[in-house]
């Protein structure tokens, strides 16, 4: 009898349990302890002079056409950079950020075979239109787009921050207090997100930290869930794998467009909410690209609007009926997708919405828009129990005013017809674009989601994160995410895309042409993967009479 009665009520809750380790996506992004496990096995190693230009197996004469070719970026690079490179070199053991994106611009064995004067990003001292120009006085066509802040060209912002300035000198940096333009931007925000109230934070990942905070809160349930692969801020909260070295054990990573997570949002009763980053659409299950982590030529996106539409509602009318917090993180897609960001895109009502990067008129910025009930930060029935959240510079004045006049013009008919044309433009423009890479038999094409593009790399390579170097060559400026992530303002005008085009086409050209492409019969994206694996072994165990000459890696350390 007690058997049975144990089966009872153990079964439902196997059930339950296997229902959600099917949910999860069966690659290692979906498993955040094993992940983990996995980076602290990985060693450091490199690859030795002679290996780094040959670790596809390229015959000799190919590897002295790269040798050559990579001097030849050194050169140009220390002759044109002098003033960035020795800047750069001192503030890499000063500031922390530097010394870290200096090290992962390009995949880790790569690291030491990389001259130094291509390790470093800009140091900037003056934007033009669309252009910015570097310590050293080149000019390049700005293809960062400041990690997301700039979508309506930085001479716009400039105007946003002499308003802005000017409208606030009078108080100054006064703390407490609000300046009066906070009731036009709470007005504003409301009618945007189509939410009831605002809090006002100092960056995206606050204002992702406080809303699901409240959503806990309120629900009065444990546990949070993210999709496989999406980006949330640096918060270990909603980072419960590489990069978070703290257990997280009340966060779901489940499977991104999957009946399986359905069926997990369905059923289980401690979800407080779902936290989606609508750029995930364009890779889904997929990290955020970068060069650093191009090993071979797989990486792909999937984007297709109208799916993920279908997806979004899905998990908006389960959120409803289970009384789930449906969270938009619009950090990234917030005013740039459209005025209601990817509400608006994916004709999706959020619960909560996050926002930041432009919308402080170039000023740093987070914002919670919610429901009433998801925001009171106390309960009236228990006065002592309450969800504290504050900030010392939340809603600085300066920021206020920067921010009411960014989003007048993002209200207004000027910014409206913008908005309106701005999809199928970017559509129009990629699709060009790659037509001229194909005709031109370039193994590159873009993929794009709105005016954020990624370059994907259509034959198999071990080299395709050399390409950055080429396009900065070029006079193209990337962010640290290489050609994983090019994001463009919305005021690019068709010839300034059409110069970005030629510019692109001729750097490539000269990489096909130094051999990087190198298009050798026994390369697929699967062998690549695997001799990247026995490398990896290889070092880990220092077996050295297993590695063949052309192939010695460098072991850091005593691994006897």
């Given at each position: ?13 196997v059930?339950?349990r ?22 602290r ?36 690079a ?74 309506f ?15 606030a ?17 709470v007005?504003a ?27 806990r ?51 289980r009763k ?13 890779h889904?299950?997929?990290d ?19 799916r993920?539409?279908?997806w ?26 459209g ?10 009502q ?5 926002y ?116 900065r060559e ?15 303002s ?16 001729a ?54």
């Amino acid at each position: 009898m007690a058997l049975a009665v144990g089966a009872i009520v153990l079964i439902p809750r196997v059930i339950i349990r296997l229902r959600l380790s099917a949910a999860k996506h069966p690659s290692v992004r979906g498993h955040a302890r094993m992940s983990r496990r996995i980076a602290r096995l990985v060693p450091d190693f490199r690859y030795s002079s002679d290996a780094f230009f040959q670790t596809d197996d390229a015959p000799e004469e190919i590897a002295q056409q790269r040798r050559a070719a990579l001097e030849r970026l050194q050169a140009g690079a220390s002759e044109r950079s002098a003033h960035v490179l020795r800047a750069s070199r001192e503030l890499e053991s000063q500031v922390s950020d530097v010394a870290f994106t200096a090290r992962y611009r390009v995949p880790f064995p790569y690291r030491d075979g990389l001259p130094a004067a291509l390790r470093y990003g800009s140091l900037a001292q003056e934007t033009r239109g669309n252009q910015i120009c570097d310590l050293d006085g080149q000019w390049r066509y700005d293809l960062s787009g400041s990690y997301g802040v700039n979508v309506f060209g930085y001479g716009f912002y400039k105007q946003c921050l002499a308003a802005g300035f000017e409208r606030a000198k009078d108080l100054g940096p006064v703390l407490g207090p609000y300046h009066p333009d906070i009731q036009y931007n709470v007005a504003a925000l409301r009618r945007i997100s189509g939410l009831d109230e605002v809090s006002f934070h100092m960056s995206g990942t606050e204002a992702v930290m406080q809303a699901v905070r409240l959503a806990r809160y309120h629900t009065r349930r444990s546990h949070l869930v993210r999709l496989c692969g999406s980006y949330h801020g640096w918060w270990d909260g909603v980072q419960p794998g590489v990069g978070n070295s703290r257990k997280v054990n009340d966060v779901y990573t489940l499977a991104d467009l999957s009946d399986k997570t359905l069926a997990v949002l369905a059923t289980r009763k401690d979800i407080a909410c779902v936290l989606i980053n609508p750029m995930q659409a364009m890779h889904p299950n997929r990290d955020a690209p970068g060069d650093s982590t191009l090993l071979s030529s797989r990486r792909s996106t999937d984007f297709e609007r109208e799916r993920y539409t279908v997806w979004l509602k899905k998990i908006r009318d389960i959120c409803t009926r289970r009384g789930i917090v449906l969270i938009f993180d619009e950090v990234f897609t917030g005013f740039r997708l459209g005025l209601r960001g990817a509400q608006e895109y994916f004709g999706v009502q959020a619960d909560m919405v996050t926002y930041g990067k432009t919308l402080g008129g170039g000023l740093p910025i987070g914002v919670l828009c919610g429901r009433h009930a998801l925001m009171a930060r106390f309960r009236p029935e228990q006065p002592a129990n309450v969800c504290f959240a504050r900030g010392t510079f939340n809603a600085h004045p300066y920021v206020m005013s920067s921010m009411r006049t960014f989003l007048a013009y993002a209200q207004s008919d000027e910014a409206g017809q913008c908005y309106a044309a701005a999809d199928a433009l970017w559509q129009a423009r990629v699709s060009a674009l790659n037509e001229q890479l194909a005709e031109q038999r370039l193994p590159i094409k873009l993929a794009n989601m709105h005016s954020v593009i990624t370059v994907l790399y259509t034959q198999p390579s071990r080299y395709n994160w050399m390409f950055q170097f080429y396009l900065r060559e070029a006079g193209l400026e990337l962010g640290w995410t290489g050609t994983g992530r090019l994001i463009m303002s919305l005021a690019y005008s068709d010839e300034e895309f059409a110069e970005i085009g030629r510019r692109l086409i001729a750097a490539a050209t000269r990489m096909n042409q130094d051999g990087w492409w190198w298009p050798g019969a026994h390369l697929s994206n699967r062998w690549i993967v695997r001799r990247f694996a026995l490398d990896v072994l290889r070092s880990k165990f220092a077996l050295r009479a297993m590695r063949p000459p052309e192939q010695v890696a460098q072991v850091n350390g005593d691994l006897s």
